[in-house]
């Protein structure tokens, strides 16, 4: 998945910020999840990415 986003010009971090406009996470995702939903930032699953980078192309 991460070269694929790179790929199409997507920029990928370790970190969750509020600087940050998705994360892309599976079942759990842990504190990085946590800390996304505390910043109102969407999680998306494979599957919404990729209708997400369908629609943008």
């Known amino acids: 998945m991460k070269a694929y ?3 199409l010009g997507g920029k990928i971090s370790g970190s969750v910020s509020s600087k940050t406009h998705y994360v892309l996470a599976g079942e759990g995702g842990g504190s990085k ?24 192309t």
């Not at 946590?34 to 943008?56: G, H, V, Y």
């Open 5 to 7: 986003i790179e790929n």
């Open 33 to 56: 999840r946590d800390k996304a939903e505390a910043l109102n930032i969407p999680i998306l699953d494979e599957p919404a990415l990729q209708s997400l980078i369908q629609s943008r």
